[in-house]
């Protein structure tokens, strides 16, 4: 938290003191106690983001569901059926539908994330308060459509002849490095925003461009064998993979793949922060 200090004539001529609160000096890391502190401020705009979601909508939180229905309707129609994309040997919609399950909550985070901090400038501008508490709030808004389009996943694999074994229970892993790469590129484009409008116009290039080199709508085996520590640097490979390899027992779990593109992932999420940290102060300056 910035440094307080009191201004001003004394109390005893009857003036209120003038409270000036300036940034702490130094590089600030990723306060947890911080933001514990603000923790009811965390839930009020993590709820306020779930509710603007789905205010108005005639069909509500069923959109968590249509929407991953309808996009692996269309992916297993063009890319299983007529590209004959292989799936590892399960049922093409299900395959697909666990890698569009992480993906929605990346994607969401992207988009929404990045313009957070733009779309509170009211209240930055007005009260002090973690600003990382802003991007934060939305992925972790997006957690809960993740859990509904799981819920989905583990409906219809049954359907498909597919069951989970014990591997499952390293789900929650991928679902928290999942979520850490959601979270730093978040950071990232959350403060570039605040500095360079154009961010708002490059995010759905980059979302789509994204969609299609992360192992979504085909196996990461699919990759030439050439190509594949460069392919391993796309930080979505690890949490895409993990989810396959978790639920329907596809791939080859952890790998070296798995395990480079995992370091890319700590190394977006410390350098989102970095960054974060170092234009936050600048925030009401550039917003004003």
């Known amino acids: 938290m910035g440094e307080a200090m009191t201004e001003g004539a004394p109390a005893g001529l009857g003036e209120l003191p003038e409270i000036v609160i300036r940034p702490s000096r130094g590089w600030r890391w990723l306060d947890v106690r911080e933001l514990w502190h603000y923790r009811e401020l965390i839930y009020f705009l993590t709820w306020r983001d779930i509710k603007v979601r789905y205010k108005q909508t005639a069909i509500g939180v069923a959109w968590a569901v249509l929407q991953p229905l309808a996009m692996m309707a269309v992916f297993t129609l063009f890319f299983g059926r007529m590209a004959q994309i292989p799936s590892e040997g399960v049922p093409y919609p299900v395959f697909v539908l666990a890698g569009l399950v992480p993906w929605q909550l990346f994607s969401r985070a992207l988009t929404e ?3 957070s901090l733009v779309t ?4 930055i501008t007005r009260v002090y308060f ?14 809960v459509d993740l859990l509904i389009a799981l819920g989905l996943l583990l409906i219809l694999m049954p359907v498909f002849g597919v ?3 014990g591997r499952i229970v390293a789900l929650p892993v991928f ?7 959601a979270l730093g590129a978040g950071f990232w484009l959350s403060a570039l ?3 360079y409008r154009d961010v708002r116009y490059v995010v759905p290039f980059l979302t789509q461009f994204w969609l299609f080199v992360t192992p979504v709508i085909y196996p990461t085996s699919q990759v030439p064998a050439g ?16 989810f396959r390899w978790c639920l ?9 793949v798995m395990a480079i593109s995992a370091a890319v992932v700590l190394l977006l999420f410390l350098t989102g922060i970095a960054w974060f940290r170092r234009l936050e102060r600048t925030f009401v300056d550039t917003m004003g």
């Open 227 to 242: 190509w594949q520590f460069v392919y391993a640097l796309n930080p979505m490979v690890s949490a895409v993979d993990g």
């Open 175 to 181: 679902i928290l490095l999942l979520v850490v790469t």
């Open 193 to 195: 925003n605040v500095e």
């Open 130 to 143: 973690p600003r990382l508490i802003v991007p934060l709030s939305t992925v972790l808004a997006a957690i």
């Open 163 to 165: 069951w989970p074994d």
């Open 120 to 123: 509170d400038q009211r209240l």
């Open 248 to 256: 329907l027992g596809v791939g080859e779990g952890p790998s070296a």
């Open 113 to 115: 994330s990045s313009g």
